[in-house]
């Protein structure tokens, strides 16, 4: 099975497809781990290897954020069905529930690029708080992710630090070693691959 796996991530690389990338193949019996072409092209080539780390993006919503909201219901500290003011007073919008964000129903806006002009968070926060609603909670899918930011900051309010309580609730029980948050703050920049080459980010 591993040589299938190995020929057709050589096959996407080898076609230009893609970059590179890893691969696991984990059974009852076995765990074989494998990796081929790149992790980063420019400026210089970078060998891919089984320790690359990639960037999540938004895999993060369904994989923490979701699951810790989930534990949040577990522990009785929060309900789908409660108004997310409820849980952030100075939230604006009283009709929107966890449900809503959850499910991106809330109305909110998929994004605003203004954001950018935030200082720090409680600009940031106050930034998201003045948005006005695209449509009635509960009435049209909307992907947004000032409504999943939202739920991190009901997570924040009971927990505190959102990636402590990943790690505590998932990453750590489930063995995810090599998954978190803020790579370079732990000196992991140079595992990571590079997604893109951007003006503003380099």
Do not use: W
């Not at 909307?142 to 505590?168: C, P, Q, R, V, W």
């Amino acid at each position: 099975m591993i040589e299938i796996i190995h020929d057709a991530l050589k096959k996407v690389v080898d076609e230009g497809k893609i970059p590179g990338g890893t691969f696991a193949y984990v059974s009852l019996d076995s765990q074989e781990f494998g990796a081929y072409g790149y992790s980063q092209l420019e400026p210089f080539k970078k060998e891919n290897n089984v320790d690359t780390l990639y960037d999540m993006a938004s895999c993060s919503k369904v994989v923490a954020t979701t699951t810790m909201i989930l534990k949040l219901m577990e522990e009785g500290l929060i309900n789908l069905e409660d108004k997310v003011n409820k849980h952030l007073p100075e939230f604006p919008h009283e009709n929107i529930t966890i449900k809503h964000l959850l499910t991106h129903t809330s109305g909110l806006p998929g994004d605003d690029k203004r954001y950018k002009q935030c200082k720090n968070k409680d600009e940031f926060v106050k930034f998201m708080y003045s948005l006005s609603l695209n449509n009635e909670p509960g009435s049209f899918v909307e992907y947004s992710d000032f409504g999943y930011i939202t739920l991190g900051l009901i997570i924040e309010k009971y927990k505190g630090s959102i990636e402590d309580y990943a790690n505590e609730t998932i990453f750590k029980p489930l063995g995810m070693n090599n998954t978190m948050y803020n790579p370079i703050l732990k000196n992991r920049k140079d595992d990571c691959a590079c997604a893109e080459i951007t003006d503003a980010r380099g």
